[in-house]
T-cell receptor, first 114, second 116 residues
Framework: AQTVTQSQPEMSVQEAETVTLSCTYD???????LFWYKQPPSRQMILVIR??????QNATENRFSVNFQKAAKSFSLKISDSQLGDTAMYFC???????????FGGGTRLMVKP | NAGVTQTPKFQVLKTGQSMTLQCAQD?????MYWYRQDPGMGLRLIYY???????DKGEVPNGYNVSRLNKREFSLRLESAAPSQTSVYFC???????????????FGDGTRLSIL
């Protein structure tokens, strides 16, 4: 079974600064997929970014980018130019190669301060 | 766009009562999922359905049953509710299916269920 660990329960960052959220995972699979989801106070689950394990290039989506280290089984999320609307819970998630099981980490609560 | 719609949004039950949570998606997705989210934790998969007519257990299936009524609808049933099932329940869907991997899941807004 896969496990996903987010070691930072809470983080804070000043508006306009950069913050990095950590995620590590454990799997015996070689091909898999990784995701970061955002959950604001509205409780919606919003996809932020995704990464295929077979791609060496790190994924980027506007102000969001990842640092994917396959050998270390690490998948961190960098948020640049933080905005107040980035305040939310952030969940790292692992999807197996069959694409039918999504395993979530425990989440990191991010507070962006004005 | 409606996306994934869950009903009800809130529900309070007494121990031993039964309840069905409804979920419908209008994106013609093959796969649908039910998760629960307990305070301070990530989502855990209860059951999923990779296609109409099929269902499979996830990480925490005990105490639940599901029905994939058609391609649009996937319901979750608690036959005899217990306080340990107090949680927020999320339904999700994705295009994942034969030949389509790495498809993100789209989530509903959740159902907050309290069992007294």
């Amino acid at each position: 079974a896969q496990t996903v660990t987010q070691s930072q329960p809470e983080m804070s960052v000043q508006e306009a600064e950069t913050v990095t959220l950590s995620c590590t995972y454990d799997t015996s699979e070689n091909n898999y997929y990784l995701f970061w989801y955002k959950q604001p106070p509205s409780r919606q689950m919003i996809l932020v970014i995704r990464q295929e394990a077979y791609k060496q290039q790190n994924a980027t989506e506007n102000r969001f980018s990842v640092n994917f280290q396959k050998a270390a089984k690490s998948f961190s999320l960098k948020i640049s130019d933080s905005q107040l609307g980035d305040t939310a819970m952030y969940f790292c998630a692992f999807m197996n190669n069959a694409g039918n099981m999504l395993t979530f980490g425990g989440g990191t609560r991010l507070m962006v301060k004005p | 766009n409606a996306g994934v719609t869950q009903t009800p949004k809130f529900q309070v039950l007494k121990t031993g009562q039964s309840m069905t949570l409804q979920c419908a998606q209008d994106m013609n997705h093959n796969s649908m999922y039910w998760y629960r989210q307990d305070p301070g934790m990530g989502l855990r998969l209860i059951y999923y359905s990779a296609s109409e007519g099929t269902t499979d257990k996830g990480e925490v299936p005990n105490g639940y049953n599901v029905s994939r009524l058609n391609k649009r609808e996937f319901s979750l049933r608690l036959e005899s509710a217990a306080p340990s099932q107090t949680s927020v329940y999320f339904c999700a869907s994705s295009e994942a299916g034969w030949g389509k991997l790495n498809q993100p899941q789209h989530f509903g807004d959740g159902t907050r269920l309290s069992i007294l």
